[in-house]
C-alpha cells in the first residue's frame, strides 16, 4: 500500500530474478508494464485521484494498492493504525479512512475533528472490514 498525490510518477523495481507483468484496469489509472530481472520499469504518471489496485500477470498472489489523493492530506497509518498529524492550522477537519477489505466500498468511515491553535487532539476512527478470502491451496491429485 502506498499513499501519493496526483501527478506522482512511480517506477515499478523488480529486486527478483523472474520477470513481472505489472498492470491496472482501475478507473483511475490503467497501465501495464514487464518489468525484467533486476531492472525498474520507466515511469507511470498518476494523473487522477483513486484507488489504484495493481496486480502481476505471471505472479497472481502478487497484489498491490496505490491511494492517489488530490486535496487536503493523505497518511499511512503505522502498523497499528495510527496515524499522527501534526502543524495544522486551527480549524474543523475530516478524517476518513480506506482499506482495500472496507466492509463497504461505497461507505466511507469518517470523523470531524476541530484544532484549536495550541491543541493536541486525540480521535479514533473505527473501521468495520472483511476477513480477507482464504487462498485455495493446489492440488494436484484433486479431479
Do not use: Q
Not at 8 to 14: A, G, I, L, P
Amino acid at each position: 500500500m502506498s499513499v501519493i498525490t496526483v501527478g506522482s510518477k512511480v517506477e515499478f523495481t523488480n529486486s527478483d530474478d523472474w520477470a513481472h507483468h505489472v498492470y491496472s484496469f482501475s478507473k483511475a489509472k490503467r497501465f501495464d508494464v514487464t518489468v525484467a530481472a533486476h531492472t525498474a520499469s520507466k515511469p507511470v504518471v498518476f494523473d487522477k485521484p483513486g484507488v489504484i489496485v495493481i496486480g502481476c500477470n505471471i505472479h497472481d498472489r502478487m497484489l498491490s494498492y496505490i491511494y492517489v489523493h488530490e486535496e487536503g492530506s493523505a497518511i499511512k497509518t503505522d502498523k497499528s493504525g495510527i496515524v499522527k498529524l501534526s502543524g495544522l492550522a486551527a480549524g474543523d477537519y475530516t478524517v476518513s479512512a480506506w482499506h482495500p477489505l472496507l466492509f463497504s466500498k461505497r461507505k466511507t468511515p469518517k470523523t470531524d475533528v476541530s484544532m484549536g491553535e495550541a491543541d493536541v487532539v486525540e480521535s479514533a476512527l473505527v473501521v468495520t472490514l472483511k476477513k480477507p478470502k482464504k487462498k485455495k491451496k493446489y492440488n494436484p491429485y484433486k479431479y
